[in-house]
């Protein structure tokens, strides 16, 4: 069937093909998720990567694949020093366990004493219902501790994949930009150039101005925490600007973290 036909069937025929589609384009990307989501990590990551990847280029004279593993090993080495800074400090914190400890305890014996005054449940209940939840927890240990394995082997494969297809895609850029131009018609390779290159524009300016919000978040939240004498300033700071990244409830995340650290650090001094 042409488009013309297509044109001239009922209302009802063309929206059953048009909805059948996109079941079967939903369906098909649900299956392959896991192979889309680092394809579209790596492309959004090359975009990013794309001017100094050109720059090493133009300025030390690598050839394209040298400036192509140059560029991803300064963006790994970048997220390495983040997270050594992040470790760094939360090691720190774990000297102070002993502190948190106690200070839960407290805090538990304060939500006992609420949960008792306002929904009069007694202590012994309280605690009939957590030694059920946590035999429930036990007896699905191995369950649990095997989904985490795969979860942190499926992330770790992730990263990866991720990476490797970023290298690939600064690698074959002019490659990729040919067969996206040979889609179209002649007379319309000039248009799809400029909207390709626009689209990148977009991207690579969207992925900057997230990452100078993380970093104006951060350092806010670094100089707050310093004036108060919270002694976890720029663990929380760091914390804060990760986690800022979820979409409105990512804020809500980082306070209630930084106020528990701060429940237990409070006493100390940078």
Known sequence: MDTSQFRHQPFYFKLACILFILISLVYIVTLSKDILSPLIFSCLFSILLLPMANLFERKTRLPRSGASMLSVLIFLASIALILYIIGAQASKLGKDWPQFEEQLGKSIGTIQQWITDTFNINANKQLHYVHTATGKIMDSGTTVIGTTLLSLSSVLLFFVFTFIYTFFFLLYRKLILKFLESVFLEENKIMVHDIIEQ??????????????QMGIVAAIVFVAFWALGIKYALLLAMITALINIIPYIGIFIALVISTLVKTVARQYVI
């Not at 689209?199 to 100078?212: A, M, N, P, V």
């Open 199 to 212: 689209i990148q524009y977009i991207i690579r300016k969207y992925i900057t101005g997230l990452f100078i």
